[in-house]
């Protein structure tokens, strides 16, 4: 039986074993993880600390995704209809993330490491890849790369990845009408 309860797919993978859907970025990321966690690359170091940290930084970048979705959806309103106040609260959400992603980009042990855990690629890696490819790709952050040096520096590492290359997002039109 297949059950969707949101009724909507961010994403989707089919699971081959039972062809059950797997859907959302955070199912997805659990399967792949629980699944497949004797294949290389783990995604998680092994070590409990470190694990809880890689998915605390799952959870921040989901948090960016999500205000940038609500930005973008408060944009297509009629102007006039919009809330200033909304669309402020969602920018503060992207710059405090954007800025927390540049303190571990500094911060990052050893200082030699691609990664932003130890010098493991982790889920960490990849949900703030995710997080930083959609602000940049949506453009609503004019300048990021100057203002937050160091994490655009570790996000041009992260697009040479071919995982980045064949997965980047593609624009299309959205023609629902908002309220």
Not at 62 to 78: H, M, N, Q, Y
Not at 80 to 102: C, T, V
Not at 132 to 154: C, H, M, N, S, V
Request: net charge negative; with cysteine.
């Amino acid at each position: 039986m297949s059950i969707n309860i949101r009724s909507w797919k961010v994403g989707e993978i089919k699971n081959s074993e039972n062809q059950e859907p797997v859907y959302d970025s955070a199912h997805i990321q659990n399967f792949i993880v629980t699944k497949y966690a004797d294949t290389s690359p783990k995604l998680l170091t092994g070590d409990v600390d470190l694990d809880l940290k890689a998915r605390q930084l799952l959870t921040l970048s989901e948090g960016v995704l999500d205000a940038f979705v609500l930005i973008f959806w408060e944009s297509k309103r009629p102007e006039n209809k919009q809330s200033a106040e909304w669309l402020a609260r969602q920018q503060r959400k992207i710059d405090g993330g954007l800025a927390a992603f540049e303190s571990l980009c500094q911060s990052r042990q050893p200082k030699s490491s691609e990664y932003i855990i130890n010098d493991t690629y982790t889920i960490a890696d990849i949900a703030i890849a995710c997080a930083t490819a959609q602000i940049d790709f949506g453009g609503i952050r004019p300048g990021w790369k100057e203002k937050y040096p160091e994490l655009a520096k570790w996000y041009t590492k992260m697009e040479e990845r071919d995982t980045f290359k064949k997965t980047y997002p593609v624009m299309f039109e959205i023609k629902d009408s908002i309220v």
